[in-house]
């Protein structure tokens, strides 16, 4: 019998709910049921978890690391970060320990060591696109984050959002996998990261001061935030968490929402509420456009990264509400 390489598995659910059952203190009968994804093999699998149909829980099993060049240090960085967020009373998404006291656990899937974290689940509805005061709520949350990271310690190690991570791989992979009947469009594209990058040197002197750098989510969306009756606003889904430019994940927001394309009360709105918290100094707010374009060819190099889609469609729908 032939043996192949996998590229990417799926975990049966019910199989799911047992490892819960059997790894978390957890008071009742779990059921498990998989998220709606797009099958890209760099995307993480989410599962709702519902104790005895009313509790739940989310369990995330992380993409195999070689996509992002990870360690198990850089797992438990997000998981300690995380804590130290919850535990300042800050809205997020809080990793639960399993019984032996760690946060992680390890999984031998076929495509290789894949790890596994429980969160709670965050309650509310997804933030709105159009409400401005949530949008000001959200700019202020995010300053917030970024002033307390200056407090966060920790001995692991984390991926680092500096400008060899965002330029020089992406354009390497790019490279790579680019068309050669094609190599105009990379002329270009190399021509905008060169000159991003230039900028970007020249506004911040590439420097990581504190007053400018620290932990940033990584991934802040409007789908990835959930806002309660009270309009209090949690915040999920920081697996692209780690050291960076504060300017950067400002950057990585506007592009996400699709921000300077919307009504200009929004992003009015959410600049209002970082300034409340900390204001931007100009070179900052300068660098914000260069970020985006950086930000643009990060997302070009990572689906480049090989495996891109497993399949051409949704899988089964498991619908926040059911």
């Not at 409400?131 to 966060?152: I, Q, T, V």
């Not at 900390?278 to 990264?305: D, K, Q, V």
Request: hydrophobic share 40%; proline share 2%; net charge negative.
């Amino acid at each position: 019998m032939k043996t192949i390489r996998v590229e990417r598995s799926f975990f049966a659910a019910e199989a799911v709910a047992e490892l819960v059952a059997s790894e978390y203190d957890i008071e009742g009968n779990p059921e498990c049921k998989l998220f709606t994804k797009m099958l890209r093999t760099q995307d993480n699998d989410h599962y709702r978890v519902k104790v005895d149909g009313e509790k739940q829980y989310v369990l995330r099993i992380y993409q195999i690391g070689r996509y992002l060049q990870r360690e198990r240090s850089d797992y438990e960085f997000e998981m300690e970060w995380l804590t130290y967020l919850t535990d300042n009373s800050y809205r997020v998404a809080q990793p639960i320990r399993r019984r032996n006291g760690e946060f992680l656990g390890e999984l031998d899937a076929p495509e290789g060591l894949r790890y596994y974290a429980l969160f709670n689940y965050v309650e509310g509805e997804e933030m709105s696109p159009t409400n401005e005061d949530l949008f000001y709520e959200l700019g202020k949350d995010m300053a917030r984050m970024h002033k307390a990271s200056a407090g966060f310690q920790t001995d692991q190690e984390r991926q680092v959002w500096d400008l060899a991570y965002l330029v020089d791989g992406p354009l390497d992979r790019l490279k790579r996998n680019w068309s050669t009947k094609r190599w105009g469009d990379y002329d270009i594209v190399l021509a905008s990261a060169d000159d991003a990058r230039a900028e970007i040197m020249r506004l911040l002197g590439g420097k990581q001061s504190p007053d400018r750098w620290g932990v940033i989510g990584g991934d802040f969306h409007t789908v990835n935030t959930f806002a309660n009756e009270e309009g209090k606003l949690s915040f999920i889904n920081f697996d692209l968490c780690g050291y960076g430019w504060f300017a950067y994940d400002i950057a990585i927001f506007l592009l996400n929402s699709d921000l300077l394309n919307q009504s200009v009360e929004l992003s009015e709105a959410f600049f209002a509420g970082y300034f409340s918290e900390r204001p931007l100094s100009n070179e900052e707010h300068e660098a914000i456009s260069s970020f985006m374009t950086l930000r643009r060819l990060w997302l070009m190099g990572h689906f480049a990264m090989g495996g891109g889609f497993a399949g051409h469609t949704f899988i089964a729908s498991a619908n926040r509400d059911d």
